[in-house]
């Protein structure tokens, strides 16, 4: 079983629709999750990350976690077509190393 | 510089050769991680630095693999003998971290990435 786990998609939302992107995590060791944005050909970039459980809202986007349940998501509202791109959830355990999911690709219709 | 640098940014090589890979962290920047990313898939974690301490390597897929660097500053990965499953991106990230406070920011810095194609 891999350490993170993400809804495979790919996903396709109209423009102006809420993205939603799911990740589960095997460690419960696990303290803190980040959100990457990966553009075709390019190198991931950190657009959030949360460690308390709850939600975590930073302009269009709105993280959640659940250590219960081993759950992190991501909201994207009034999706725009450059948010366009795979998405990559990353948990982190006491030893500092992440662990990625394999991406979500997400594609906002015009 | 302002950003991770990775050198080559494209590699094409023989099956069988060996092949070095570059990386230079921000300034600063404590920890370093290499990533291998195959066409389409997730990040795979190959080998992370943390100041002196010694490195975990225990994502590095076979002996074929070393990395090695110097204080906090340039890393490189080697990978010897190549096979044509080597083919990948070869991602460098480097991460801010100043002590255990920032544990639950780990926020990686990532370099463009070397291409590697086996042929």
């Known amino acids: 079983q891999k350490e993170v786990e993400q809804n495979s998609g790919p996903l396709s939302v109209p423009e102006g629709a809420i993205a939603s992107l799911n990740c589960t995590y095997s460690?419960?060791?696990?303290?803190?999750f980040f959100w990457y944005r990966q553009y075709s050909g390019k190198s991931p970039e950190l657009i959030m990350f949360?460690?308390?459980?709850g939600d975590k809202e930073d302009g269009r986007f709105t993280a959640q976690l659940n250590k219960a349940s081993q759950y992190v998501s991501l909201l994207i509202r009034d999706s725009q077509p450059s948010d366009s791109a795979t998405y990559l959830c990353?948990?982190?355990?006491?030893?500092?190393?992440?662990?990625f999911g394999a991406g979500t690709t997400v594609t906002v219709r015009a | 510089g302002a950003g991770v640098s990775q050198s080559p940014s494209n590699k094409v090589t023989e099956k069988g050769k060996d092949v070095e890979l570059r990386c230079d962290p921000i300034?600063?920047?404590?920890?370093l991680y290499w990533y291998r990313q195959r066409l389409g898939q997730g990040l795979e974690f190959l080998i992370y630095?943390?100041?002196?301490?010694?490195?975990?390597k225990s994502g590095l897929p076979s002996d074929r693999f070393s990395a090695e660097r110097t204080g906090e500053s340039v890393s490189t990965l080697t990978i010897q003998r190549t096979q044509q499953e080597d083919s990948a991106v070869y991602l460098c990230?480097?991460?801010?971290?100043?002590?255990?406070?920032?544990?639950?920011?780990?926020?990686?810095?990532f370099g463009s990435g070397t291409q590697l194609s086996v042929l």
């Open positions: 990230a480097s991460s801010p971290r100043t002590g255990e406070a920032s544990i639950v920011n780990e926020k990686l810095f």
């Open positions: 460690d419960r060791g696990s303290q803190s």
């Open positions: 949360i460690y308390s459980n």
């Open positions: 990353a948990g982190q355990t006491n030893d500092y190393k992440l662990s």
């Open positions: 300034s600063g920047h404590t920890a």
């Open positions: 630095f943390q100041g002196n301490s010694a490195p975990d």
